[in-house]
């Protein structure tokens, strides 16, 4: 099972963009997933993440701006960001701390990330 992320980009600042990620495979279920982002020089920071419950928790730097939803029939969740700032800039990553698959039950999985950039 991979993680695959889509929808980064370039943007304007004050624009918006919706970030997606696809768990490939067959997978039975997924406990919480979330976003991370990382820019240079600092550590790889939790943005958002949602339980498999639908409830969710968010960066106060993004609380009000960004939305984290997920569809469980497609194993997907999406990230909507709006009112972007150049330090909203950075490398997206999805990640789930547990995967069940029929084989195995993964944990700690990351996507290969996408890049944001928030031009002022």
């Known amino acids: 099972v991979q993680l695959v992320e889509s929808g980064g980009g370039l943007v304007q600042a004050g624009g918006s963009l919706r970030l997606s990620c696809a768990a490939s495979?067959?997978?039975?279920?997924?406990?919480?997933l979330g976003w991370y982002r990382q820019t240079p020089g600092k550590q790889r920071e939790q943005v958002a993440d949602?339980?498999?419950?639908?409830?969710?928790n968010y960066a106060d730097s993004v609380k009000g701006r960004f939305t984290i939803s997920r569809d469980g029939a497609k194993n997907t969740v999406y990230l909507q960001m709006n009112s972007l700032r150049p330090e909203d800039t950075g490398v997206y990553y999805c990640?789930?701390?547990?995967?069940?698959?029929?084989?195995?039950?993964?944990?700690?999985?990351w996507g290969q990330g996408t890049q944001v950039t928030v031009s002022s």
């Open positions: 990640h789930a701390d547990q995967v069940r698959t029929p084989l195995r039950t993964m944990r700690d999985v």
């Open positions: 495979g067959t997978v039975f279920s997924i406990n919480v």
């Open positions: 949602i339980t498999k419950g639908g409830s969710t």
